[in-house]
């Protein structure tokens, strides 16, 4: 056998042995998500709540949801010492003038009108701080003003809270995806959590490393967050909602993101161009501001979900199964948090190449320092 016949036997049992090792992976991923469908934590049926409850609502430019958003929260049931404060974050529309009606009609509505961020700041940490300095609650609940929650979710998120004994929980809304790179992208954030996550693990570890947060509707222990540092302790970071989680754990806390399906619903990005702009500002800090974290993170990813999937085309058994383990892992944290499955899931290997061209775009914007969100730059 000649030296190159060699060198080819050994670059193909390689391969095959790289696709018989991401397929298996790709299964047991898909497993991993099934059980945590079953035991990740769900409200428990709304009771009536004893303390009191502040709402505080972060808003810049949300003149379009911010009354929707508003409304929601004041039709709470169960909540009979309810405070709802809107930070105002010098915005350019008609936000602060809606904001103010509510005010007006409803004494539990207080507005504050911000000025923006001071220098070492971002734009929401700071506004959930000036709206958590205000509180007088001995619960905070965080709402995003892109998010509609249901009657009951002030209430069963608070008692997920309590019952569950966490200073942190995370209930993760309905999210709503329609344009195709919303449906490719989106469900990729509950999926991520549900299939590589073990959500008791986190629950209970002090690690950094071991977390999972969402800020759209985020429940935090008074007492607890103050201990924390509050948001003056994440002013800025990009990813707020996973720093505060992890500042409330080396505050000696427990904390973790939980099924919010039917608690409320958000379209966290209208459109390609929006969810371009959204996930460019944010992705370069998900492997903690480290270029090669990222890589490492995009090529587990390829090597458990593309490359099977391009084996697969090439005659590949092992490849075509573990392609179809990567679909039935979508398909079952889909079903889980009330998603399109089909035919959604089984373009997997194309969101996770989706993913991989935001992750890109946003270190290249990054370096180059051309990053912005809301007319504002992101560092």
Excluded at 237 to 246: G, P
């Amino acid at each position: 056998m000649t030296a190159r016949a060699r060198t080819a036997r050994l670059v193909g049992v390689a391969a095959r042995g790289a696709v018989w090792s991401g397929s298996a992976g790709a299964a047991l991923v898909a497993a991993h998500a099934a059980v945590n469908t079953q035991i990740w934590r769900r409200p428990p049926p709304a009771r009536p709540v004893a303390e009191r409850v502040s709402v505080l609502l972060p808003a810049r430019d949300e003149a379009e949801r911010i009354g929707a958003c508003v409304a929601a929260v004041l039709a709470s049931t169960d909540v009979p010492n309810l405070e709802v404060i809107v930070h105002d974050d010098a915005s350019r529309d008609a936000t602060g003038a809606i904001t103010a009606a509510f005010a007006a009609a409803d004494p539990r509505v207080a507005l504050q009108r911000g000025a923006g961020p001071p220098d070492g700041w971002l734009g929401k940490p700071h506004a959930c701080d000036r709206a958590a300095a205000a509180a007088t609650g001995t619960v905070l609940v965080f709402v995003d003003a892109d998010v509609t929650v249901e009657p009951d979710a002030v209430a069963r998120t608070v008692g997920l809270l309590r019952e569950a004994g966490l200073d942190l929980v995370c209930p993760y809304p309905r999210q709503e995806a329609l344009g195709v790179l919303e449906r490719l992208v989106q469900p990729l954030l509950q999926w991520s959590f549900l299939a590589l996550l073990p959500l008791r693990a986190a629950e209970r570890s002090r690690r950094g490393s071991l977390s999972a947060a969402n800020g759209q509707l985020l429940c935090v222990d008074a007492a607890a967050y103050r201990r924390a540092g509050g948001h003056a302790s994440v002013r800025a970071e990009v990813l707020e909602d996973l720093a505060l989680l992890r500042a409330v754990k080396r505050a000696g806390g427990r904390g973790v993101v939980a099924d919010g399906t039917d608690l409320a619903v958000t379209r966290m990005y209208r459109g390609a161009g929006e969810l371009r702009d959204g996930y460019a500002k944010s992705l370069w800090a998900a492997g903690g501001g480290r270029p090669a974290a990222s890589a490492a993170q995009l090529g587990l990813l390829g090597w458990l979900f593309v490359l099977p999937a391009l084996a697969a085309l090439r005659g590949s058994r092992a490849g075509l199964a573990g392609y179809l383990a990567g679909v039935a892992g979508r398909l079952v944290t889909a079903r889980a948090t009330r998603g399109r499955g089909w035919p959604d899931a089984a373009a997997h290997p194309v969101s996770i190449g989706a993913l991989a061209w935001l992750t890109g775009l946003s270190w290249w914007r990054h370096r180059r320092g051309t990053l912005r969100w809301k007319g504002r730059p992101v560092h």
